[in-house]
């Protein structure tokens, strides 16, 4: 098993910046690409940004060029620097991992972000 501990978020006004971090602990061998979704109220959950096990990166069109994910394999714990935020940011946050079989077998505790306008 794997467990995902978040930290960061919180509130900051349009065109701040945040940084999410996710801390991996557990069976680390099962993980291979990590990622963050986000859902915002009344709306669906949607990828963000994804990692691979080899540092290969994928954004969402709407975040591209504003946020950057990386992965410190020493520390185990990934991070998604948000920056010129935008108050359609505004989402709880949740980090994941996956064993490499096509779902997201683990999940954080989630992180509220909110941007102000």
């Known amino acids: 098993q794997v467990q995902l501990v978040q930290s960061g978020g919180g509130l900051v006004q349009a065109g701040g910046s945040l940084r999410l971090s996710c801390t991996a602990s557990g069976d680390l061998l099962r993980i291979n690409s990590m990622g963050w979704y986000r859902q915002a109220p009344g709306l669906q959950r949607e990828l963000v940004a994804s990692i691979s096990h080899g540092g290969d990166t994928w954004y969402l069109a709407s975040v591209k060029g504003r946020f950057t994910i990386s992965r410190d394999n020493a520390k185990n714990t990934m991070y998604l620097q948000m920056n010129s935020l935008k108050p359609e940011d505004t989402a709880v946050y949740h980090c994941?991992?996956?064993?490499?079989?096509?779902?997201?077998?683990?999940w954080g505790q989630g992180s509220q972000v909110t941007v102000s306008s």
């Open positions: 994941t991992a996956d064993e490499g079989l096509g779902v997201i077998d683990y």
